[in-house]
Each structure stands twice: as C-alpha cells, then as structure tokens.
C-alpha cells in the first residue's frame, strides 16, 4: 500500500466536485507539504473559498497530514528547472523522500517526476481509485469528471477519450 503525497490542483478538485471527504475511505497514508497547505488552505481561506475549508477539515481530522521534506538539496535540485513551482518541487521531493505517489496534474511537474523516477498520477487516478472501490459508480465518474471540467479542471480532447475508454473495463 502505497503513501499518497498531493498537490494542490488534485484537492481543489475534489473538493469542488464533492468527493474530497472519500479519501478517508482510502486505505493509503496521505501527506502535503506546508507549501501545498498555504496555497490550498491559507490562501483559500483568505479568499473564501470553500475548497479550503473542506480540505482543512481533512487535516484537522488527521485525514491528511502535513510534513515538509527534509532533503532541501533535492528539492533545490528541483527548482533549477524554472516550469517547477516551490509547492510542485516540494510534493515530489516528499513523495521521492516518502517512497510515496506523488498526486498532481501539471504535466511539467509529471514530466519531472518521471525524471526522477518518482510514480505519479492525477486527479482522475483517484476518480478510478473511488470507482474500483464502489465508492462512485461509472455514471458518477463521468459526472464528476464533466464537472471538474466546468469548474477549470484542464483536460484535452485526446485524455478525455482515453478517461472514457478505460471506464470500458470497469
């Protein structure tokens, strides 16, 4: 069973499409750097977003703890690469740091997971983590998936066909 160390965008969005509170029904141990708690809650909470407030519930309840990485030499190592944001650098150091999947969408900081040899996966690993669980059914996926799509969600044509054909196995 693996750790799970998450970025913002997958929070966010799950968040904004109701099924935040489901990661409690998943069995792996699920970290974020102090980085992605300022950007998510901190600044949330600023602005008023309701996302921020679901996610500080999950921490507040041990559901999600925050742990920044202690090898500040990786994660510099990280930052030389100027598309790599300090809260991207952070989760995938802690993820490399943790033997941990690191969870986050941007493909710049996928790419660089992959150079690193450090796994990884988006928010729609989770959405297949929630239906293979029966937390979600596969019209609910589908739902969600158009619904983080209208809330800003990126998704281009060619990942929304493949999302649709690997529901064909379920």
Sequence with gaps: ????????????????????EHIKELPEKKYIPQSVYDEVVTKGKELGVAD???????????VIKIKSPSDDGFTKHLL?????HCADAEVLSLAKELHAIALMDDEESRAMADLERIPNHGTIYLLF????KAIITKEEFI???????????????????????????F
């Design 1 to 20: 069973m693996a750790t799970l160390v998450f970025n913002a965008s997958p929070l966010i969005y799950l968040s904004k499409v109701s099924l935040i």
């Design 52 to 62: 921020a407030f679901k996610v500080d519930k999950l921490i507040r309840e041990n």
């Design 129 to 132: 983590c929630f239906l293979r």
């Design 143 to 169: 739902d969600k998936l158009n619904e983080m799509i209208r809330e800003g969600w990126r998704c281009s044509t060619e990942l929304y066909t493949k999302i649709i054909k690997a529901l064909d196995s």
């Design 80 to 84: 030389e690469n100027p598309k790599i």
